[in-house]
């Protein structure tokens, strides 16, 4: 089954996936040309209207710190330059989405990115990918844009992907990721602009639970989500403004977000997860915050 549309096939398509190993390397992409210069998302803009002004020495340590969290988790880090002049590069969920196929060899599928201004970025990307060997594909005419992991999210126990539908990425993209990785997806939309893409109000955390923002998403998609966990958090209004559901728990166990949501916290310390509290502050001025500095690499 490529997609996973009622709460019975979403049920179906859990219990026949094989096993997904836990993540052990994420790719980042250093801040070193990161600015706020075209608002192509609602977080971009103060009240006043006016692009953020983002301070690069302190994003570059915030980045820096963010890295050796990881580390510090257990997870191997890799680093790819950043690509010149290139604003919104540093957000490395989104240029691809890489992954094994049922032979467990390497492919990854270059992402279509929405606006003009991040078109850029993928060549980089693709560079990389093909420096080391791996099998590059790209989606069909038919798929006006996608966002690579910034919409794909892994379930966290099973060869299943969660495929957002949204302001970044078409539905027609997910028979095709579905066919080139072979991997059933569950299909979810996106309704609110505030969370445009599905790494902004969905966390998945271990095969019972995932962070999640309810009214983010349309009746279905929420009918999709109950079925593929039994416990999903709803995270309050203040922690969803500060990016709680970027968080990103890369084995069940460690939880890396932003600092200050406290409930979210408290929550996920209750449940036994070794939470880890970063400062990603000068990238919530672009509307991007852990999941979105670092891709899960296979
Ligand atoms: N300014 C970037 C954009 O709007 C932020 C991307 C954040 N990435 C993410 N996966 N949510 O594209």
Redesign the pocket.
């Known amino acids: 089954m490529a997609l996973a549309l009622s709460a019975s096939e979403v049920k179906a398509v859990l219990a026949a996936a094989p096993a997904r190993a836990p993540v052990s390397r994420v790719l980042m992409a250093r801040p070193d040309f990161f600015a706020?210069e075209t608002a192509?998302?609602p977080w971009?803009k103060d009240a006043a209207g006016n692009l953020h002004r983002v301070n690069r020495d302190l994003a570059q340590a915030q980045w820096a710190a963010l890295k050796a969290a990881y580390e510090t988790a257990g997870l191997g880090v890799e680093v790819i330059e950043a690509g010149e002049g290139l604003a919104?590069f540093c957000?490395c969920?989104?240029q691809s989405f890489p992954f094994h196929d049922s032979h467990g060899r390497p492919g990854v599928i270059l992402s279509r990115m929405k606006?003009e201004t991040?078109a850029p970025e993928v060549a980089y990307y693709e560079r990389w990918y093909s420096r080391r060997g791996w099998r590059l594909h790209t989606l069909s005419p038919a798929v006006s844009s996608f966002?690579g992991?910034?919409d794909a999210i892994w379930h966290p126990a099973r060869r299943v992907i969660f495929g957002g539908i949204g302001p970044?990425t078409s539905e027609a993209a997910w028979p095709e990721v579905s066919r080139i990785a072979d991997v059933p997806v569950i299909p979810l939309r996106l309704e609110d602009p505030a969370f445009?893409?599905l790494?902004?109000c969905l966390a998945c955390l271990n095969a019972e639970s995932a962070l999640w923002i309810e009214a983010a998403f349309d009746a279905p998609s929420r009918q999709r989500l109950k079925a593929a966990f039994p416990s999903l958090i709803d995270i309050s209004a203040a922690d969803a403004a500060n990016f709680a559901c970027?968080a990103h728990c890369p084995d069940g166990r460690h939880v890396l977000l932003q600092r200050g949501s406290a409930a979210t916290v408290s929550e996920l310390k209750r449940r036994g997860f070794e939470v880890m509290e970063v400062e990603t502050g000068e990238f919530l001025k672009?509307?991007?915050s852990v999941?979105?500095l670092k891709l899960e690499l296979p």
């Open positions: 706020v192509i998302n971009m919104d957000f969920a989104n606006s991040r966002e992991m910034g970044r445009y893409h790494d902004t970027n672009s509307g991007g999941f979105c």
